[in-house]
Structures are given as C-alpha cells and as structure tokens.
C-alpha cells in the first residue's frame, strides 16, 4: 500500500505562486534537503522534478560490488517524497533570481522566499575519447549508469587474471569516493575467491593524495597497501581503445601518457552541469569571492566555490565549531565513533540566521575532502539537530565523524 507522501500540484496558474522554499531537482539531493527543512520546521516547501521514478544511486556502487540488487535502487518518486513537501511534477528551465522566480517547461512561473538547486549532474562519455563507444562492452563498465552496474559485477565475479583498471576524471563529480570504493569492493571479492594475487590492479586518480581529510587517508593508504594496488596519483583517462583494450592513463604532473592493457576497465566519466539546466546559466552570475568560502547569490541561496560547481546550492551556512580550551582534554571514552578523535560532538554553537529567515538548525556540508557537496542528515532519525551527523546524498561518500563536516 502506498502512503499519501506529497501533496501533488497538476493545476496550471494564471500567476506565479509563492512558496517559502522551492527546490528544483528530487533526486537522493532535494529529497535529503527537503525532509531536513521539514523537521526543521519549515512548513512551506515545494520541490519541482518531472520524474516519476526515483533512483537511489548511491546504491549502484554496491550493485557493482554484487553486494544489492538494482531493484532496491528504483522506488516511485511518490514514496519518496516527505510527507507535508509540495511535488511539482515540472522541468525548471530557467531562474530569475532578481525576480526570484522559477520557469518551467510548461511556462508555468514559481516564485520563492529561498531556492535549493540540485538538478544532479550530466555524465559527458564523449568527454574520453573512445569511452562512449567501449562502454559496456569489451570489458568496460562504469557505476554511473543503471544499467551497467549489473555489467560491472559480472566483469568482477568473472575475472581469475589478468588487470583491472579503475579511473576518477577531474573535476566535479557525482561522489568523490565512488570511483575507490569499486576497486576496493572488486580487490576485497578476488581476495576471497584466492585470487586477488593474480590481479594487476591500477587505481588512477587525478587528486595528489587518495584523501584530503589525513585521517581518511591514512586509512585508504593502508586498504591500498593491503590489497596490493596500484595507485596513480594526479593521473586520469584521457583516451581509451575499447577493441583493443587499452588505455591511456596521463600523468598531470609529468604530462606522461601510459597506455594500459587492461582486462577489466571500470571508467567514471567526466561530469558538468545538465545541457539546458538553469544551473549551467544562473551559476555564472552568481557573485563569487576569492577570499571567502561562503556567498549569497541574488536570491538569497548560499553558496560556496567549492558547492556551486555540482548545482546543490544549500540554505544556510554550517555553525562555526567553538575553538577548543587549551585546559580541557580530549576525551578517551571507549564509546567513541569511528574516525572521530574526541567520540563527541562538536561544540554546540549556532550560526546567525541569514534575514530575512533561515530554518533553525540546518546547515551546509562543506567537502573538506573531495569533489562533493551533500547536505547532512541525521543517523538515527532521534540524534538532534547539531548533533553528530550521518553525512550523506547522491553526491557523497557515506561517514560517520563528529568531527568532521566534509563527506
């Protein structure tokens, strides 16, 4: 039985109509900001997205590790709607913020107190050449779409010899960890088959360190170690021969190109803003400043240099974290949480609402970390506002720290 989860508005209007926050995208995104704003108590949120089907892709990941069934992925758009959140079952086209307007493709006009973009992410395989055609075939996958993560786990459970290749382009991309997380999933299955020693595996990744977070970082070091992988750093895909199976792998800090003959290639293309997107034209007159990590846009989103690249622009700033007292020690109780240095969380301090209003309590996840912007929510649904946060969305690597806010 299917609960009543939106309130559904089919009706053209003659005029625009008001909501106190309008999110445009109902993806793993808007949905997670959607349900923090309405527990926040922000009774008047509307959220626009065409899509009548909803992906959960952070799932995929595990599909290609053969750890789910794409089928736990995919749930109506209706189910997954928060109770009390307005669906509007319409495609933004384009974004006033002078006027603080929203245009659909119905010609239907929304206007605003705050807007949320997070219309996702468009996946560019002819930003490779040679990827958009070797995709899916002669041993090449990628997690990124649907249907090739079946795809990949078939390549990973078949594979006895021989070397798999596991690439990360630069620039934004939908989840900084996902490309790891596959060859980590692929190396952990050949281990426990006994075969992992008969595996060449190459990790190419176009950051100079697996981690920008130390601790994280140690952490990949050591699975790395463990598994025997080979990591290139500051290297991507550049060019791909998919009958032939080879790859070329580009060192951004030499400039040298390797080719690579590989058995198995799990590539993540590189991503931009969606073709048509309001996203792809509103970012750009959005003001920006070198020296500080957060900016209003005209219509009173807040944004980030780092956050408005991925089109998830978020509500309010995070609270800064209270310097700590050089007389009071780090705890050491045995109940502390994984990756958390002091096993509480941070200091209870609350950022000045933005005027004329913000939601109490909500806050933007910075990446301190890697190419991602996701907002926090809270794990379990009890733990309070403020409180140590599971981060996690469509875009962003799952953790559990009370000391860290990036993903």
């Known amino acids: 039985m299917t609960r009543p989860a939106a309130d559904a508005d089919p009706a053209p209007a003659a005029t625009p109509v008001h909501h106190q926050v309008l999110i445009v995208g109902g993806g793993t995104a808007g949905i997670t900001v959607a349900a923090r704003l309405r527990r926040a108590g922000v009774r008047d949120v509307a959220l626009l997205d065409p899509a009548e089907t909803h992906w959960y892709q952070p799932l995929w990941t595990l599909v290609g590790g053969g750890q789910a069934p794409l089928r736990a992925a995919l749930r109506p758009e209706a189910e997954v709607i928060p109770p009390g959140v307005r669906w509007l079952r319409e495609r933004a086209t384009a974004v006033d913020p002078v006027a603080r307007t929203v245009t659909t493709a119905t010609g239907r006009v929304f206007s605003y107190g705050r807007l949320v973009l997070a219309p996702g992410l468009h996946l560019d395989w002819d930003g490779v050449p040679g990827l958009a055609r070797a995709v899916g075939h ?104 998919g009958p032939g199976r080879a790859a070329v792998l580009t060192d951004h800090a030499t400039g040298r190109a390797e080719t690579v003959h590989y058995d198995l290639l799990h590539a993540v293309p590189p991503q931009r803003a969606r073709s048509g997107s309001p996203t792809a034209r509103w970012r750009i007159r959005a003001p920006r400043t070198a020296t500080s990590r957060r900016t209003r846009t005209p219509s009173g989103a807040r944004t980030s240099p780092r956050c408005s690249p991925w089109g998830t622009w ?94």
């Open 314 to 407: 978020h509500i309010s700033p995070r609270p800064k974290r209270a310097p700590r007292s050089a007389s009071r020690p780090r705890s050491s109780s045995p109940t502390s949480s994984p990756g958390s240095a002091a096993g509480r969380p941070p200091p209870a301090t609350t950022a000045t609402p933005p005027a004329p209003w913000s939601p109490p309590g909500t806050r933007c996840c910075w990446p301190s970390s890697t190419t991602t912007c996701a907002p926090h929510r809270r794990s379990p649904s009890s733990t309070p506002l403020g409180s140590a946060p599971t981060c996690g969305s469509s875009s962003a690597t799952a953790c559990r720290s009370s000391t860290s806010r990036g993903c």
């Open 138 to 241: 002669h041993g090449v996958s990628s997690n990124y779409r649907a249907d090739l993560a079946p795809y990949t786990w078939e390549l990973i459970r078949r594979m006895r010899r021989g070397t798999a290749v596991f690439t990360m382009p630069s620039g934004p991309v939908k989840c900084g960890g996902a490309p790891q997380k596959i060859a980590y999933l692929a190396a952990d299955h050949w281990r426990k088959r006994g075969v992992l020693g008969d595996i060449r595996i190459v990790l190419a990744l176009p950051e100079p360190s697996l981690f920008k977070v130390p601790v994280f970082a140690r952490a990949l070091e050591g699975a790395v170690h463990r598994y025997g992988i080979e990591v290139r750093l500051q290297t991507e895909l550049t060019e791909l021969d």
